[in-house]
């Protein structure tokens, strides 16, 4: 019964490339979130959605492209990937778009480009 | 623009003793601090989390303590226990912006 679920897990693919990640959460919440955890370990939000709806969109290259189809669900989508895409990406929930909510985190999907 | 800073990359303590783990920010408006825990090829867990109009939280063997004029946090863990060991982040935000800016990580190790 995983609060929050990545596929995959692992992912090894060519600079050029585009690759998805997939995030559920069956924790009933209404916002969810993509952060980059870099080879520095700092781990930065990239974009949040509430309702399906983009709240937080953080100087993030438009390569990247978040996708929510349901409440649920929130995808990340990487074109023409780059060696600097390398990273651990976390997919997080939390209840309400509102200050001091707390968030869960999916296990982190391990994102290699070769 | 490192505004949440973890200086220690590491810690190791004995089991039953205390643990420390520091965390400094920089930006006044941040009214709001948490720490998380994670374990290996896992994603961070919520531990105990604090508001600026507190100075202490405490929640079992977890406690937090923020000295806001330092701009500093603590998480003590008492008495600490060999499945304590993990990476702590600490994280902090403003009420206004809606997300939490994490540290770089503490990676603390109970030795039995």
């Known amino acids: 019964d995983t609060a929050v679920s990545q596929t995959p897990k692992y992912l090894v693919t060519q600079m050029g490339n585009d690759k998805s990640i997939k995030c559920e959460q069956n924790?009933?919440?209404?916002?969810m979130y993509w952060y980059k955890q870099d080879s520095k370990k700092f781990l930065k939000i990239m974009f949040s959605?509430?309702?399906?709806?983009?709240?937080i969109n953080e100087t993030v290259p438009n390569r990247f492209s978040p996708k929510s189809p349901d409440k649920a669900h929130l995808n990340l989508h990487i074109n023409s990937l780059e060696l600097g895409d390398s990273a651990v990406y976390f997919c997080?929930?939390?209840?309400?778009?509102?200050?001091?909510?707390?968030?869960?985190f999916g296990p982190g999907t391990r994102l290699l480009v070769l | 623009d490192q505004q949440v800073k973890q200086n220690s990359p590491s810690l190791s303590v004995q089991e039953g003793r205390i643990s420390i783990l520091n965390c400094d920010y920089t930006?006044?408006?941040?009214?709001?601090f948490l720490w998380y825990k994670k374990y290996p090829a896992e994603g961070p867990t919520f531990l105990i989390s604090?508001?600026?109009?507190?100075d202490k939280n405490e929640d079992g063997r977890f406690t937090v303590f923020l000295n806001k004029s330092a701009k500093h946090l603590s998480l003590h863990i008492v008495p600490s226990q060999p499945g304590d060991s993990a990476v702590y982040f600490c994280?902090?935000?403003?009420?206004?912006?809606?997300?939490?800016?994490f540290g770089t990580g503490t990676r603390l190790k109970v030795l039995a």
């Open positions: 604090i508001s600026s109009i507190k």
């Open positions: 994280a902090a935000s403003d009420t206004g912006t809606y997300k939490y800016i």
């Open positions: 924790l009933g919440h209404d916002t």
């Open positions: 997080a929930s939390s209840q309400e778009q509102r200050a001091r909510e707390t968030q869960y």
């Open positions: 959605y509430n309702n399906k709806e983009l709240i």
């Open positions: 930006n006044s408006m941040f009214d709001y």
